[in-house]
């Protein structure tokens, strides 16, 4: 067996891309549809189950 690091078994690590700034609104657009979890709002979604989940996203 050898002394392989996980970074020498699968290499390095991709590089990031470059910043889009056209990607701006389209980050804030999604931003501003997506809800503002707590720890209560996510536990009552969660209990809710499936049926739940459908009725809350045909609200929004």
């Given at each position: ?59 929004i």
């Amino acid at each position: 067996m050898t002394d392989q690091t996980t970074a020498d078994i699968l290499g390095a690590a991709p590089q990031r891309p470059p910043f889009d700034a056209e990607l701006i609104p389209v980050v804030k657009a999604y931003a501003a549809i997506m809800p503002r979890w707590s720890q209560e709002s996510l536990a009552a979604y969660r209990q809710a189950g499936p049926r739940g989940c459908r009725e809350r996203n045909r609200l929004i």
